[in-house]
């Protein structure tokens, strides 16, 4: 176990709605990363939020936005789904702005958008 | 921007033969990572490679960071059916931040 998680585990949307992820990061890790799984590729980073910062962006578009709150947990929001969004969404945690570790991975939130 | 490929894409192989699978940059890396992700899983970190040829050994996987430090490369010996997933590098350049490589599927048949 890596002490990070992630909820919820499944959902279900349709197209234009909008969806909240949350994330709560291994004790003492004050950096969280997001990653967007689709189906047989590898992650993709999204953001990355540091001591309430954001702290780097990946290729998204700005519907999909971010917060880190003082206990270091984490959400991820996405506007105006799209079909193209159904995938799993990872959350990291680590510890330092700059990655210089390992990544300690959640189980995920997978989503479907109908 | 920075892309990470690896091959072979897919992998079959029968339990007890080696697997190998290569990760290439587009560009020059500070470091490297491997992860596992076991199907239905989560990536799971297994390494980080930095310095330019280096190779560091767990137990039957041995790892490889090139010495222009744009590849790399994961070798199982004996492969178990405990082996089976999928296996990703991930670099980094500067301050960068982690770039996933495009994964390589095994399958260990017993």
């Known amino acids: 176990e890596t002490g990070v998680t992630q909820s919820p585990t499944h959902l279900i949307k349709t197209r234009g709605q909008q969806v909240t992820l949350r994330c709560s990061s291994q004790?003492?890790?004050?950096?969280v990363s997001w990653y967007q799984q689709a189906l047989g590729q590898g992650p993709q980073f999204i953001f990355q939020?540091?001591?309430?910062?954001?702290?780097g962006r990946g290729n998204f578009p700005p519907r999909f936005s971010g917060l880190q709150f003082p206990n270091y947990s984490s959400e991820l929001n996405v506007n105006a789904l799209e079909l193209d969004d159904s995938a799993l969404y990872l959350c990291?945690?680590?510890?330092?702005?700059?990655?210089?570790?390992?990544?300690?991975f959640g189980e995920g939130s997978r989503l479907t958008v109908l | 921007g920075q892309q990470v490929m690896q091959i072979p894409q897919y992998q079959h192989v029968q339990e007890g033969e080696d697997f190998t699978t290569y990760c290439n940059s587009s560009?020059?890396?500070?470091?490297i990572q491997w992860y596992k992700q076991r199907p239905g899983g989560h990536p799971v970190f297994l390494i980080q490679?930095?310095?330019?040829?280096e190779v560091k050994k767990q137990k039957r996987l041995t790892f490889q960071f090139g010495e222009a430090k744009k590849n790399s490369s994961l070798h199982i010996t004996a492969t178990q059916t405990t082996d089976v997933g999928t296996y990703f590098c991930?670099?980094?350049?500067?301050?960068?931040?982690?770039?996933f490589g495009t994964g390589t599927r095994l399958l260990v048949s017993p």
């Open positions: 990291a945690s680590s510890l330092g702005q700059v990655n210089t570790g390992e990544l300690f």
């Open positions: 004790s003492g890790h004050n950096t």
């Open positions: 939020y540091y001591r309430e910062e954001e702290n």
């Open positions: 560009t020059t890396l500070s470091n």
């Open positions: 490679l930095v310095k330019s040829g």
């Open positions: 991930a670099g980094k350049t500067g301050f960068q931040k982690l770039v």
